[in-house]
RNA sequence: GGGCCUGUAGCUCAACUGGUUAGAGCAGAGCGCUCAUAACGCUUUGGUUGGGGGUUCGAGUCCCUCCGGGCCUACCA
């Protein structure tokens, strides 16, 4: 049995997540945390809302809120719609937690002791009616290049110069409008990456099953221009977790915190933490899990993320880790992801373009979102959500091909044999035939599910299950049980033992259905199959069953064609009015 | 501007380090079955692998160039 660490690219805790974000870790992350489960794996899945930064702030502020109870909220509602999405994560952590705190701070210690810590004094854009240091991308004017008057301190969206703040002509605060701005001279910390440039590229290197999105991200930040450039980690805001050498007080750093990507990583060790206080467990429960000195070194640790998460995990994290010269446990494997498009362009918060997580839920169940998502999940390019392909590919795989094959295989038995696995008769050649193709593709799905190829995971998942229909329609028990009652009732008997077969591999993928089946099957505690052939004997003659609800309604071409025009998002003429 | 990724049948995607007539699923067409959510099965039509050039005995795969799509470019997270 191995031991696998899992970690979900923690969402932000500014609002509902929409599918783009869902698909891009939390999911895929999810199925293969199951899978390792039922192989028999240790598995420790883990997950956080990431809560501090000045979009919280923000966000709070504009709820009338205080911005913890604002975290606090949300984070529940996050929690509820992971639970929602059947998330199994082992903890569901926050990165505002007094574990996350303490682990910052050290974090922060150590790298200061190893030399790694620069104080760098700068100057930042100041904004006396919003009472705080503005981020550059907060600060709005005109672009000294073009004229745009909406260019951000950061870039122009207009024509795609790099600013800095104070490049801009008449620079206002992005939050207020206000333009009484002062530049001041602040004191921060900086993590000097740069020292650790050779010792990453080196680790990188080795890394060579890596995806190329995950190590070419990588590499370009390594190599491109002078290198791997140190990296601010604190900033001027009041949320977030106070700068600290350890347990000292930081002489100068008074009111500062650290910068959310410095602490947000920190935070999967730091849940992990959480999940053994919540289990009233001490700290060595934790620390097996993340000190090689502590029984970690034999854990293979696997993050998710979107491709915009990469260069934190493939650089800032390690450097974290590698500089407190600790013995932490270091990411074996990091599964990236590209993006989810909808409908012809990006997901869009702001435009409320796209289906939200909570929105999804209230329209159908959790497994065909699941079974969508991750059958198109975006490993080699970018991939497009559209209603037409959403609804063709629900009801031909889970309806048809699945839920349907259920649906025959418990009716019919129970018009001629009634609602008990049926004796008589034996497996013969077709039986065998089909346990042999079974095994092939199962033998293809554990290699995929091993190798984190998802979408080929799925394809192998939906050819066992047609394999179900293919036998079915070869051994005819319909018209077999006319003249020979025992003959059909073997296939029936075969066909009730596919079903729970299918229900313990389809977990992974799609839970409830797999519950349906199992209960439906009267076969609790179903274990992953080593012997097909075995397993498909494990309902015998006399097993009571039962027939289950049809498992996947269809999506309608009129339910199709009104979740398209709710979820469009504005009109385009209203989106051109607006910009 | 620079870097990276990507372009394969109407749609969504495969094709290990270049190696036989480029494969699946969906959609379309035909046939079969009737247990089932008009579901299932079988057969079948679709491709000058974005265009052009090159290397090679051999190119979807390598090189050059052009065209299209996307991402990143370090203070949003």
Same mark, same amino acid.
């Given at each position: ?69 604002y ?6 509602v ?28 050290y ?16 100057k ?56 009484d ?22 680790? $990188?290197?080795?890394k060579? *099953?890596?995806?190329? +999105?995950?190590?070419? #991200? ?7 221009? =002078? @290198? ?11 949320w ?14 008074e ?7 410095f ?11 959480e ?45 974290? $880790?590698?500089?407190?010269? *600790?013995?932490?446990? +270091?990411?074996?494997? #990091? ?7 909808? =409908? @012809? ?43 037409e ?17 259920v ?30 193709? $079974? ?14 190829e ?5 394809? =192998? ?21 006319k ?45 992953w ?25 269809? $999506? ?16 385009k ?7």
């Amino acid at each position: 049995m191995a031991r696998i660490l899992i970690t979900s690219a923690l969402p932000y805790i500014n609002g509902i997540k929409h599918l783009g974000n869902l698909i891009g870790s939390q999911l895929p992350s999810d199925v293969y945390a199951r899978y390792m489960r039922a192989i028999g794996n240790e598995v420790m899945f883990i997950c956080a809302t990431d809560e501090h930064g000045t979009p919280a702030e923000l966000a709070a502020a504009k709820a009338g809120k205080d911005v913890a109870e604002y975290c606090r909220e949300m984070h529940a509602v996050q929690q509820d719609l992971a639970n929602g999405f059947r998330l199994s994560f082992d903890h569901y952590g926050r990165s505002s937690s007094p574990q996350n705190r303490k682990l910052t701070q050290y974090f922060a210690g150590r790298l200061a002791d190893n030399g790694l810590i620069e104080e760098v004094s700068e100057k930042q854009v100041y904004s006396h009616a919003d009472g705080r240091f503005l981020p550059d991308r907060y600060i709005e004017g005109t672009c000294p290049n073009c004229g745009y008057d909406r260019a951000r301190g950061d870039q122009c969206e207009n024509c795609t110069k790099q600013l800095d703040p104070t490049d801009l002509i008449n620079p206002r605060s992005a939050i207020s409008g206000s333009t009484d701005l002062e530049v001041r001279e602040t004191k921060h910390l900086y993590l000097r990456q740069s020292k650790m440039r050779d010792e990453l590229d080196e680790w $990188i290197n080795s890394k060579t *099953d890596w995806p190329i +999105l995950t190590t070419s #991200i990588a590499k370009k930040w390594l190599h491109d221009g =002078d @290198g791997l450039k140190d990296r601010g980690i604190t900033r001027d805001l009041s949320w977030g977790v106070p700068v600290k050498r350890g347990e000292a007080d930081w002489p100068g750093m008074e009111g500062k915190v650290f910068y959310v990507w410095f602490d947000a990583p920190i935070e999967y060790i730091a849940a992990t933490a959480e999940w053994a206080e919540a289990h009233g467990l001490d700290d060595e429960a934790w620390q097996r899990w993340w000190r090689t000195d502590k029984g970690a070194d034999d854990v293979k640790y696997v993050q998710f993320m979107g491709k915009d998460n990469v260069p934190f995990h493939t650089l800032s994290f390690p450097a974290t $880790i590698m500089g407190s010269r *600790d013995p932490w446990k +270091l990411v074996d494997y #990091i599964k990236s992801f590209n993006y989810l498009n909808y =409908d @012809g362009g990006q997901f869009s918060t702001s435009q409320g373009r796209g289906v939200f997580m909570d929105q999804a839920l209230d329209i159908l169940p959790s497994d065909y979102w699941r079974w969508w998502l991750l059958s198109h999940v975006p490993e080699s390019s970018d991939s497009e959500f559209t209603w037409e392909n959403f609804q063709q590919g629900v009801n031909k795989d889970l309806a048809d091909v699945l839920g349907n094959f259920v649906s025959r295989v418990t009716k019919f038995c129970r018009s001629k044999f009634g609602e008990v696995v049926p004796e008589g008769g034996a497996y013969g050649e077709a039986e065998i035939a089909v346990i042999k193709a $079974i095994e092939e593709r199962v033998a293809s799905y554990q290699a995929n599910m091993e190798a984190i190829e998802i979408r080929k995971s799925t394809a =192998d998942l939906r050819a066992i299950w047609v394999l179900g229909n293919e036998y079915l329609q070869e051994a005819a028990p319909w018209s077999k049980f006319k003249e020979d009652p025992e003959a059909a009732a073997a296939i029936v008997r075969f066909a009730l033992n596919l079903i729970r077969l299918y229900a313990v591999l389809s977990e992974p993928f799609i839970p409830d259905a797999a519950q349906t089946m199992t209960s439906a099957m009267n076969a609790e505690g179903a274990q992953w199959p080593t012997d097909i052939s075995a397993a498909l004997e494990s309902l015998p003659a006399g097993h009571p069953f039962s027939v289950p609800d049809v498992m996947f309604a269809k $999506i309608t071409d009129e339910q199709r064609d009104e979740m398209q025009a709710k979820f469009a998002g504005k009109s385009k003429a209203a989106e051109l009015a607006q910009s």
